[in-house]
């Protein structure tokens, strides 16, 4: 058999003959560099496995209260704050009833509230350091606004006393209960004195634990005892819609 008959031979066992400067080191030293590249790859593969895994187990191993935290943090509450003072509880109710007023009666003007604790709202003119009397409300004050027939208040009273619910449909021309969801019960009543005009207009909101909240409107100004006029100037559905308003902690 000649040479081109056995370079023939190679050639169609290889489909190709080798470089002439061919050089076996180089070639398993790209071997070896492969391998290696192969190894790297699989390295980084692992890794971000691992890291994709353990950022998706990470929620389940939180304790369930940090869990609860982190997806309430955006939430909003309306309970009220627990070291809250009655001082600072009646500021922050008062602000609320302001706003929801004015957002509920457009034509009002000036709406602003002043509250003080354990003293009757009826009265204005008591000195703040009389001293609290058996049955005195928690707290009581006036939502104070302008329409346009003038300056007048609408009272607030907020209390634990079974006396609120007791008299409160004595006299009154209309009285019935609303029951609420939440499984508190609102009593709307309303008073006429003899006349066609309604003199006097109360929503009484009773919470299950006992307490009372109650918002009143005259046809004068509660907070002054003048300022007469034919009927009152907040309906009965507006107090109850204040009195039942889910954005006030009243308790």
């Known amino acids: 058999m000649s040479e081109q008959e056995i370079r023939e031979g190679m050639l169609l066992a290889v489909w190709d003959e080798p470089p002439l400067d061919f050089d076996p080191d180089a070639l398993i030293r790209r071997v070896e560099q492969k391998k290696s590249r192969r190894r790297a790859l699989v390295g980084v593969g692992v890794a971000t496995a691992m890291i994709v895994v353990t950022s998706l187990t990470l929620p389940g191993l939180l304790p369930r209260d940090q869990d609860s935290q982190l997806g309430s943090a955006s939430q909003t509450t309306t309970s009220a704050p627990p070291s809250e003072s009655v001082d600072q509880k009646a500021q922050r109710i008062g602000d609320k009833l302001a706003e929801k007023l004015a957002l509920r009666m457009t034509n009002l003007k000036e709406v602003y509230a002043s509250f003080r604790p354990g003293a009757y709202a009826y009265e204005p003119n008591a000195p703040t350091t009389t001293s609290p009397r058996s049955g005195d409300p928690e707290l009581s004050g006036f939502v104070y606004l302008t329409d346009e027939i003038g300056p007048t208040a609408i009272q607030v009273v907020l209390t634990k006393s079974k006396n609120a619910e007791k008299v409160l449909c004595m006299g009154a021309s209309t009285c019935h209960d609303v029951k609420q969801n939440d499984g508190t019960t609102v009593t709307e009543a309303e008073y006429n004195d003899g006349g066609p005009d309604i003199t006097r207009a ?16 005259f046809s004068y100004n509660p907070a002054t005892n003048q300022g007469l006029r034919q009927t009152v100037p907040v309906p009965v559905a507006v107090l109850t819609d204040l009195v039942t308003s889910p954005g006030i902690a009243w308790q």
């Open 202 to 217: 109360v929503s009484l909101r009773k919470f299950q634990s006992g307490y009372y909240v109650q918002i009143s409107s």
